[in-house]
């Protein structure tokens, strides 16, 4: 996903500690969004919005970690492979 983003390399470098505090807190109002859907409150423009704050977040984190963008899709592919097994897994035994 080509987010679009530029210089987040200065944010990374230059927010310090004050930068990570905010990483933590974006991942927990996406999280406050989702779980008041659950509750049968969404709004769709709140869950976008605080979706964009932690994609990125998590670029701002691939860069802080040093992560190259072929790391993370070969563990994409790794992590997305298993779940589909287990969900072929699951269906088996739905079907047993």
Same mark, same amino acid.
């Given at each position: 996903?080509? +987010?679009?983003?530029?210089?987040? $390399?200065?944010?990374?470098?230059?927010? %310090?500690?004050?930068?990570?505090?905010?990483? *933590? #807190? /974006? +991942?927990?109002?996406?999280?406050? $969004?989702?779980?008041?859907?659950?509750? %049968?409150?969404?709004?769709?423009?709140?869950? *976008? #919005? /605080?979706?964009?704050?932690?994609?990125?977040?998590?670029?701002?984190?691939?860069?802080?970690?040093?992560?190259?963008?072929?790391?993370?899709?070969?563990?994409?592919?790794?992590?997305?492979?298993?779940?589909?097994?287990?969900?072929?897994?699951?269906?088996?035994?739905?079907?047993?």
């Amino acid at each position: 996903m080509n +987010l679009n983003l530029y210089d987040q $390399e200065k944010f990374v470098k230059e927010g %310090g500690r004050t930068q990570e505090v905010v990483w *933590v #807190e /974006e +991942l927990g109002e996406l999280q406050h $969004e989702i779980t008041k859907s659950l509750r %049968g409150m969404l709004s769709k423009t709140h869950i *976008v #919005e /605080e979706f964009a704050d932690v994609l990125i977040c998590l670029e701002q984190l691939r860069i802080k970690y040093n992560i190259s963008e072929e790391q993370l899709q070969k563990w994409i592919d790794v992590k997305h492979n298993r779940n589909c097994k287990r969900l072929e897994q699951e269906e088996v035994k739905e079907d047993v």
